[in-house]
């Protein structure tokens, strides 16, 4: 009967054992107690946990509450040493081998869902905005020296989104934004008008992929090819490209084809983890080295632990089921969006992207346009993007863009509940304030 | 009977209402019974727990596992919003109250512990080495003006640590470091020197309160004039400063009497949270807007629910109490090292310390004192500073400074248990490598 | 934005309202948090927790260990008063309060799944065998009279279940066992033969329902009538038989025919709790109350509060949907089993049970069949039993069942997977054994 | 590092490597989490964790929500087979050694403090009143049997406890009392009297320790030497008696001196548990073998999870430390209780009771009486007991107890805090009502 206790405990422990052989996703889910297992078993091996120890040092992970043992999962001493986030910290040896662990996992988890060309990547303790900030601290030029003084401006597509836009400006760096063009109903940024741009101040560019509509993603292998030639660092804002083998695919090609630096995507929209971290992906390792280095301090260790729930819980299989009904969602929502834009006499707007639908809203007016996003809120539908361009440019990526249009979203973790739902909701409110 | 419950209840409720009411640390700790109650009445206030809801946007706060919620206490949704911190957040009303609370006690905790002037304060979701960085993006020149693009220079009174080094690495500033100078034992900068190297480049002073021995606190009141004077902005470094009436002192003379912008302390230092927090305080309530705009994007809420879970845990007389300990701590370390110091015919140097202490180590060689750091990490004490001030100057603050020392701490958390037993093993590994 | 919070924490807290109101089984299963939410809340109704009393009894529910707090929800105070069960006590309101509730949802789940004709239910923190000690000492005559002093046997209709056997030795009750007969492949105990055993020295008379192949369910409509008759304490034992809408019928005949004193069922194999408890349910308010009156002192709260949990995270449609599974599950075994039997030269026999399944194992010998049951326990199949009937007749609930055989069940939670699993496996284990 | 990470983490885990070692109380309290990780690591040895077993059983410890798992720490399975608690679960090898384990540590506990001549003991998923019926349906003569058929009486020295006199009931055992006899303050059961009602009926006498003023613990050692002699089944009713040194001494002499078959004592009274379990030992093994074999069925593994966490979070020293806390506990009501009678010209009564103090009330009237119970309530005062002899006996374990009283304990886990606002609020409630 002893033999069977142990064959039991022997089946919950050895995806441990084989996730330290192989430090990649695993296959198949772990449960919620083989996660805290492990978590508790690496959390214990930290210094902070010693009761035979003698702490004499300002910053010892003391804490004033248990609870902080839930908010960090025990991981109090944080990742990272010095500014040296990947630098194994001698006071918490669990909390390093939890941290490196996540970045085995975190490669692993990009080359088998669409980077196999990356040599390196790193989970951050910060989000998409925050972690190009980061990026283009560590790649910038030295500005101390006299001859690159002036070289600090960055080329971007133009992209209507705060946060990239404020990373830019946090770091004092001068955007160069290439102006969105309308074809149909898509927003491109031509890749001439990127080279037009260019000037020798600039020392690198960006490119986006995932997005909502109307704009549609860039041509990075092209981006890729320019950065190569002009010698300037290449930045992929993957936000939640992830979940898209569409988007994965450009990005594989760009990095093949040409130059690219560094791929940054959330950790909270591609794998649905609470929102706080991202994954910084390069073809060069040492490029990841300098970002790691470039961190200034210590950080809280819960994006990274994040990470890494998700990753255990779900495994590939897990995340690979996640990626099919997302792709069905993302079909149920085009079709039924379709059969409501007839009813309504509107239109599906005709953009490529594999996560958001746009339909468009031309026959409501002005004021209508804003009753309907307030409708939305109140029906409880969370997300959807109502836009009259005529009002506000910010948002469409360029000047121009005539017809008004809502935008949903069959995200990865979606329900085909929340798509049937948001319409019906849709078509309600739509319909309510026509009458009005 | 029942009125009897709800009695109890009411008595278990009551803190809360308390907590709206006032917006005040509480007097008396919390249970942790209470603190989960009052985070999961906030958490479920926010949308992505309303199970009527249709979720279409691409960012749900969705997660892949339930222990997703204990590491972010059920804020999934983070904190921030667009790039602005303190904004509430439509989809996490919950996290925006959170958040709001934890600010005001933030800035009620420092006025209470040593800060009435200040006007408000912000807790950050970044260690101490980024909440740098994040200030002077936010209070930096406009570098993409001409007359601005040489503004770039910072000074700073010599401070050997890696982390604030990096801060102004990573947004491109040139640290210009005004050298310490020795007094007796005592490494200063003196205001003269930091005087001497201002220039028109400099836009920003730093200074610095808590700091491991040589290196003795700035004074703070003739830099914040300094400031004042040349219209710089002046940040205090106020690391792990507020467990000390003393560095606080000289913080508040310093706002009263000129310019101080920004005073940064960290969050696990202070109060013992886990690694990954920092509390940024101002007398000018713009200065925290302004920082707040700053930040590139959104957040995890975990570094400001661990601010939340130690300000309830501890309430105003744990905190006191807190503080009475570490003086006597900072006592029993002294008098235990001057014992010791007798004994070795070492001597303890004359450094102004509330918190740390430090030994000569004049009759250890070279090979001894690297011996000795290893044998104090083997016999598990953590956290005690060996220099070699001949073999390596940085961390002595100054480039000549003579003998070697050890430091020890006797900070906010700890036990005498802990410096009781430092001592003994220092001790132990001193007359064993003396021997040998 | 605060109308939005208040609407989304509204909707957490009104199933718990509704509860309160309707004090029925709600429709739709709870989440996790709100159960939490809704222990915690009545827990801290309970004098232990009250921070401002003052304790001067010699039992206050004070815990060692917060460790505790999880293990009874934090109802330390357990259940009942004095032996009263269900007596509300003083110092928990808010476990008097659980208890309550809980025995409301007992009675409302029993009549919405087969026994709309119970008054009243109760939980009780016992298992089936101890509740039937329980009920038989609530029920008995009053041994302390002369009159009495010989009436003490209980007539049992035959069931080899050691568990039911030692409740009756353990309050001294002689059982007077009616010895099962053979019907084709079935065992059942004829009416007849029970009537035949009466004497005046009975004052009971068991019944079951669930039971594992040979033995068949008992005809309680006919002992009820009979139990009606005489006068007799009628027990009816529906260890597991919840989960069948067949064996509920049953009962419910019972009920309406003649006399039911008591209907004992388990909670963890009806309704997936961790063994301990068991539903008590009777047509006769006073019963149940006699019977609460009967437990000696207080009890464990937890398995009353297991009850609860599985109500509300299954809700009526939650329980609906799993009585379907079991029924396809239960098919899904008959016809698997079926099909081997028919490769293996076996047959499947003719008995009446709606969760197992019974296959002869004629053509393996004596020693083969030892090593069958073997073979499965290492091949990790739980729960099969191998009956060689001339070996040890205990089990069969006769004494000359003539052919072996080997029993599987398709009860309440079990998974398609684990079906097909134990065929493939019994498969393999045959065929291994034959060989030899 | 890495040494150091494995240094720290077998430091934690080397307590579990003694515990099973030894097979004893450790001498210093575990940390909730090395409890939790222990409780886990066992509790995955039960083969409901088995994610490759396939479950063909009735009842396979399936739960219907993950906070089953909390309740049970993971024991799903409870404890116990067949009706025999101790033996060994197939299904749960992880939940029999956690069993086997707790009822060594039951018995180092007992013999550590006060019994060093037991041998064995058994922690009980019951409580004292259940606990007693249980033992004595296992020692109980064989009533089938026509000789045994009138010996049925238990000699209880009356005590005034109604879920004592429940468990007679229960078992159908006519109690015989005998009633107390008042020496000055105290009410004691003369030994003589005890010969004096034996009868050849008897088959059992019960004795006490542990009760409330008036009434003292019993003579065990003459009761002892009396069943010993008349060949009586003698239990010892020690429900909260291990806090006391002096109660223990009794039983000690007792076993000494001559029969003893039973000792039982409450897990929540004597080492604060949740309610629910009790601890039976014996001088002999084969009585703890009896009593567990007399169980019918299976049990909550929560009451024994309960008593292993009392344990493991005290130790023997934390237990030490908790015993001297309660006798300066007991000295402080005395003293305050002292200073008070003089005050309000009441006595103390002069009783033997290491845990609780009686006062007279002898200025207050009968309806001041029942006020001032009811003004304690309302004050927040838990557990004292005001009694009016002449009006209700019961309670006084004698017929014409002349002087109303009121009790309070200072038992183990009070703090003094408890104390001095019970007396506190007791002279407030009196001062009120003389005042009326």
Known sequence: MLN???LVLNNFLNPMRILFEQKSMPIDPWSEEQINFFLQTLSNMDTDKDDKASRVGEREARIASRLHLLTSSGFCHGVGRSGFLTAPQPKAPGGSIMYEISNYLARDFLRKFGLPNIQKAIVIPLCTGMSLALCL???KPDWNEEKFLRKRKVLVPQVDHKSLLKALDLMGIRSKIIKGKIFDDAVRIPIEDIIKNYDDDCFAVLSVTSFFPPREHDDIKEIS???KDKNLVHIVINAYGVQSPEWMKLIRAGID???VDAVIQSTDKNILTPIGGAVIASPREEIITQISQAYAGRASATPIVNFLISMLSLGVKGYERMLLEQQQNRKLLEEKLQTLAQKLDERILKIFNPVAVAMSLNNLKKEQLTALGGALY???VTGPRVYNSREK?????????SQPYIVMNAAIGA???DILLAIERLEKAYSQIRKK
Request: hydrophobic share 30%; glycine share 14%.
């Open 4 to 6: 069977r206790g142990n």
């Open 137 to 139: 601290g560590a790649l």
């Open 225 to 227: 090819k320019f950065a």
């Open 257 to 259: 084809a040409g130059r």
């Open 378 to 380: 109140n029906l409880r």
């Open 393 to 401: 440019a910010f948002g469409t990526c360029c000047e121009d863009y």
């Open 415 to 417: 329900q085909s509940k």
